[in-house]
């Protein structure tokens, strides 16, 4: 198991009054004040244009707010300084809705970036990012770069990327968006074994209501810019 | 499994077409860096030779030029002082009015050339006082007017190629630095995805100062050597026409010509990576 000398106390994300505002009248998120528990999971959910995308980028330190702070890990991210950021970012992994793959990269290569960009040696970290390529159902393209792969297969490979580096936090952005059912609860049940087995904090942004009636966990509700938490999902 | 790419993708057409920028610059920017070095060279050349060469003319008989030269002979700080024949006189008049010979009747004057040794003060003023005390008819020359006009003007020539080798260097620099910024937008989704997943800034802008740092050191290298190539060839073509070529700026590769060509590309390398490093930074400040 990895290590973590993060408090079990402390919130692994906070927003504290946090709103987006892109000019008067222009608010995309206003107010937004909810705390993630370490180990918890949860989902993000509201129409499409509700602000999902904007608190998730708050989250994983693509935008600053407008108003409010942002913590990660009990640390108020404005005041961290540029080399914080970034170690704080290596804390976590984020499957982004376009799913952001190097093309010139091949799927081992895209799923091993975080862990080149922090310095590990191939030879350290070939099997297990080969494993996990197999155990999403792509061990035989991970020769394949990008332009060759389905948007599923991309997906997978963005979430293989987003975990590799057994994150304390992951957020994803309809990471199920473009895969079949089959394959979206498997990749449901790798995010609830890290969220189980590594303790690790799971955020979900999705449009898919049966997703969220299958997966116990929380869930945020936004709408209109405005956040609101409902109780536990039941689960299977 | 192979091992792992580099970060950057290979190089596209947009880096291409900034190799070929900065090689056109480099090349120009080293060509006029060797046309000046040489004009300045050939300018110290021509005042060299002339300086301390002093013409003496002689109105009178025979007896009255070799007096004038036993003179001059025995001036302090002068070398050598030797009478000029007929036949060198008319060799040297053959330019203007051909080399078929004067006609016996045209008055050539006698004329004595003279070397001063290069400290010799005021050696001219010396033989000219003592020619006119010996009562000789005769002007001395020391060229000072002639030389000092070429020295005026081939200093101007040089501080002119100077200055166009300048401002040359400084507009490669700052088209380096605009070409390697344009180039860099195109990578701007790399960046923020190597940013995103945890990339130091000065690590994601070290791969693109490494990249961009080669990419202009290639091209200055390549843009000095065809410099290089060029003033050679021109060279060759003008002495194969010319008969004067002392004349015309001459390419020795000397310290500075090697100096000139070595200095180009690391000049146009350290622009194209410092343009990397500021465009880079310049997007990551945009970043959280």
Same mark, same amino acid.
């Given at each position: ?24 009248? #222009? ?59 970034? #170690? ?138 405005? #956040? ?9 | ?79 050598? +002082? ?69 020295? *005026? ?23 380096? +630095? ?31 100062? *490494? ?70 930074? *310049? ?6």
């Amino acid at each position: 198991m990895k290590e973590r000398n993060i408090s079990p106390d402390t919130p692994t994300l906070r927003f504290d009054r946090v709103s987006v505002s892109y000019g008067p009248g #222009l608010d995309v998120l206003a107010d937004a004040s909810f705390e993630l528990r370490p180990g918890s999971m949860t989902f993000l959910t509201g129409p499409s244009g509700a602000g999902k995308s904007t608190l998730l980028k708050l989250a994983y330190l693509a935008l600053r707010p407008s108003q409010g702070r942002v913590s990660l890990f009990g640390i108020d991210t404005a005041r961290q300084s540029r080399a914080e950021r970034a #170690l704080t970012r290596r804390k976590l992994g984020v499957v982004f809705q376009e799913f952001r793959l190097l093309e010139h990269l091949t799927a081992f290569e895209n799923a091993a970036l975080p862990l080149r960009v922090a310095g590990d040696k191939e030879k350290r970290y070939r099997n297990d990012v080969r494993e996990l390529l197999e155990w999403v159902g792509l061990g035989d393209r991970m020769n394949a770069r990008p332009a060759t792969l389905s948007g599923g297969e991309k997906q997978r490979v963005a979430i293989a990327r987003a975990v590799v580096m057994k994150p304390d936090l992951i957020i994803a952005d309809e990471p199920t968006g473009n895969v079949d059912t089959e394959m979206a609860d498997r990749l449901m049940r790798l995010f609830r074994e890290l969220n189980r087995r590594v303790n690790t904090t799971v955020l979900i942004a999705t449009h898919d209501m049966e997703l969220i009636r299958r997966t116990p966990a929380d869930v945020l509700r936004i709408a209109n810019g405005l #956040l609101s938490r409902q109780g536990q999902e039941s689960g299977r | 499994m192979s091992p792992s790419a580099p970060l950057l993708p290979k190089e596209d057409t947009r880096e291409a077409a900034l190799f070929f920028v900065v090689c056109a610059l480099c090349f120009l920017a080293s060509f006029a860096g060797l046309v000046a070095r040489s004009a300045y060279a050939a300018a110290d050349t021509w005042a060299d030779q002339v300086t301390g060469e002093i013409t003496i003319r002689v109105r009178g008989d025979e007896a009255a030029a070799v007096r004038a030269r036993e003179i001059a002979n025995a001036s302090p700080g002068i070398d050598t +002082a030797r009478l000029i024949s007929r036949s060198e006189a008319e060799a040297l008049l053959a330019p203007w009015l051909g080399s078929s010979g004067l006609p016996e009747d045209i008055p050539i004057p006698f004329l004595i050339a003279a070397s001063a040794t290069r400290d010799a003060p005021a050696v001219a003023d010396i033989i000219d006082r003592r020619l006119k005390e010996e009562g000789l008819d005769a002007i001395v020359d020391e060229h000072s007017v002639w030389s000092s006009d070429l020295r *005026q003007s081939t200093n101007a020539a040089g501080l002119a190629a100077l200055g166009a080798v300048g401002l040359l260097i400084a507009t490669a620099v700052a088209v380096i +630095a605009f070409a390697t910024h344009a180039a860099l937008l195109a990578r701007r989704d790399i960046v923020e995805v190597l940013h995103l997943t945890g990339a130091r800034d000065g690590f994601i802008s070290s791969l693109f100062e *490494q990249r961009f740092l080669m990419l202009g050191v290639r091209a200055g290298a390549t843009g000095a050597l065809l410099a290089l190539a060029t003033a050679a060839f021109m060279l060759f073509l003008v002495k194969q026409s010319q008969d004067q070529v002392w004349l015309l700026p001459q390419l020795s590769l000397s310290l500075t010509d090697g100096l000139i060509l070595g200095v180009t590309p690391l000049l146009a390398g350290f622009a194209a990576m410092i343009s990397a490093r500021v465009t880079v930074m *310049q997007s990551l400040s945009e970043m959280v």
